[in-house]
């Protein structure tokens, strides 16, 4: 089992920036691909970007690609998402997932956190 935990979610007017952990514990990471989803209100969740257990390749969804970027530390058991340039379209509640490859389905998540409330403002 793996417990995920993320933290660094707020508010921030846009063109800011903020960045979010996923803090894990139970089991080491780092034999997993690390994903995150967003999911605005009234919408189905949404993939953002993934990282492989390496780190050494990273994925984006268009609509974030240039402006966050994830990354991660094995040693630390923990992974980020540093997002920039934020619009008031990134407001959502953003979740990590431990997968064993990366995926753009939220069905092949193994693991997810409790989720981060990020709230753009115009």
């Known amino acids: 089992q793996v417990q995920l935990v993320e933290s660094g979610g707020g508010l921030v007017q846009a063109g800011g920036s903020l960045r979010l952990s996923c803090a894990a514990s139970g089991r080491s990471i780092s034999t997993y691909a690390m994903n995150w989803f967003r999911q605005a209100q009234g919408k189905e969740r949404e993939f953002v970007a993934a990282?492989?257990?390496?780190?050494?390749?990273?994925f984006y969804a268009d609509s974030v690609k240039g402006r966050f970027f994830n990354s991660r530390d094995n040693a630390r058991n923990t992974a980020y998402l540093q997002m920039r340039s934020l619009k008031p379209e990134d407001t959502a509640v953003y979740y990590c997932?431990?997968?064993?490859?990366?995926?753009?389905?939220?069905?092949?998540?193994?693991?997810w956190g409790q989720g981060a409330q990020v709230t753009v403002s115009s």
């Open positions: 990282i492989t257990s390496n780190g050494r390749s990273t």
């Open positions: 997932g431990c997968s064993s490859a990366t995926t753009t389905r939220a069905s092949s998540i193994q693991y």
